[in-house]
Structure formats: C-alpha cells, structure tokens
C-alpha cells in the first residue's frame, strides 16, 4: 500500500468524502435535511434517474447516514430519514452552503447584509409556497421543544436574527462584530412592543437564532419578552430552509429575515434583506393577517409573486405512486449498473 493511501486510511477528510463526497450523495441529503424523505419526492425536486437515486439511498443506508422508515404497510413502502450518524452531516452541509454564498455566489466578503438580486434573496424568496417540515422541533426559552409553527395561530411569524447580547457579558467577549450583525436587541423588542397587537389577531410570533437555549433564556429573561425564542444550534431549521448565513468567530448566525407562514405551515411571505426593522415589524403584522386566506399567492419583501401554493403532488411527498421504481425498491431490487 503507498504511503498515501496509508494516510488516507488515517485521514478523516478522506474516510468523510469515501461516504459522501459524491455529487448526488450531497443533494441527497440536502434534500432529505429539508424534509422530502419519499423516494418520488426526492426524485422530483433532483430531477435525477431513479436508478441513480436508489443506488445514492442504498450507500447512504449502507453507511449508517440513512435509516430507512416504513410508512405503509400494503405495499410496503419506505421513507428514508438521517440517523444520528447522518444529522451530524447537517452543519456541514450548511457549512458548505454558507461557503459558497460568500465565495462562489458572493464577491467574498464577510457580512451579515445581502444584495437585493443576489442569490440568497432569490433563495429566500422562493421559500414562499414552500411548507415548514412538520416533524422540526427546537429548544425554546421556557425549556420546551417547540413546533417553529404555532398550532391554532392565524399564523406565525419566524423572525431570525444573527445574535443577541448576553446579559452580564461585554459585547466584545461574545464574538466578532460583522456588519449587518448588530441590531438583534432592537429587532427583539420591536417585535415585543408590537405583541399585543399580533396576539389581538391571533397570529403568533418565534424568534429564531443559533444562539444557544440558555443564552437566549438568559436575553428573554432580560427583556421580559412576551414570546418564544427558538435555538437553532444544531441548524436544522437552517438546513430545511436554506437559511442564508455568515460566520461571526466560529459560529454561523442566521441572516436578518422574516417568515409569515399560515396555518397549513406553508410560507406565505418572507422578508429579506431587512434594512428598516421597524417598518419591517409593522409591514409584517399587516402580512400576517392575511396568511389564513387561501394560498393564492405571497410576498417577498413587499413584492408580490407567483409562489403561494404548493408543489407537491399526490405522489411526492405524501401519497404513494404506483408502477415505477419507488419508495419498494430503492434499497432492495433497483438495479446497480454504472454510477453517473
């Protein structure tokens, strides 16, 4: 064996890319960390062989990044859903993505700000008609993990911020000031000055950051904020939305942006790039109280579009097909010709 290969065998990055260093195998599970778990679903939104698909879940099931799921019994079918092993991927992926927003997408630079024609306001923008995966769950400030979709609300408005101050540390202690990052206390009591109005209409309010739980328990505390506050540390909410991000020290902060997302969780309006916090607060509470209508369209920042409903089809994400290589034979009899 050549001295290289030796230290690939000790190499972690080498051993990491055997698994999941293929094209596919990364889309694979971009796709399944936003909750399209069905074999026709994935196969949609990839627009790939369902050949080559079935031989992607096989080797991730394989390898313990997958575990596959039954959901019906007569036929048997299967949905596959990450492992442990696989939600330990998550920050990478978004890693990879928070990378290639800056450096590929971006011109480079370092900021929490967004131009608003650059790739992450569209990605932001064609969040509206998509739904909130319904199996999410995050930590919030009183303890509980929380459903990012209030039950029985009109509707619910996802605020997410980089960062708040911690009580009781400097600001300086808490990481490196990135343009675009501050304003997080101000955006937090906008929001709480506007409570009374958005619970007169029933419409609930989350605000989302990946600070840890009891940094932002330490915050609402502090500011005797009448709503939750989700953490988001483990970026799975990030990850099912391809939330835009930048790096502040070590740890990746969520973009400035807002979320109005009706009672069928289907997002309805997004705000992004924020640059006026209370204007976007009371433009938000106007949104909100239209979210419970029928899904005839949405808002991007104030602009109207075309998104408003759905995509998915009765053999995509929820009902089963029938007559092709599906959700019965990805991982057992589809067939293992040559990888593309």
Known sequence: MSPRRTADDACGIAQAAAVVGDWWSLLVLREIARGHVRFDRLAAELAVSRKVLAQRLRDLTEHHVLERRLYQERPPRYEYVLTDQGRGLVPVLVSLQD?????????????GHAPDDGAESRRVAALTGEPVPADLRLPGTDGRERDPVADGARATVLFAFP???VPGIPAGLTGPQVPGGPGCTLENRQFREAWPAFRAAGIAVHGVSTQSPQEQAAFARAEDLPFPLLSDAQLQLTAALRLPTFRA????????????VGPDRTVRHTLFPLTDIPAAVAHTLTLAGTADRPAD?????????????TDGGTTGDGTAGSGTTDDRTAHGTAGRGPRQ
């Open 163 to 165: 960062a708040t101050g």
């Open 249 to 260: 020290g070590q740890n990746l902060r969520i973009k400035r942006l807002i979320l109005v």
């Open 99 to 111: 990378w290639a927003d800056r450096w590929l997408l971006g011109d480079g630079t370092l900021t």
């Open 297 to 309: 369209g949405g808002t991007t920042d104030g602009g109207t579009t075309d998104g408003g409903t």
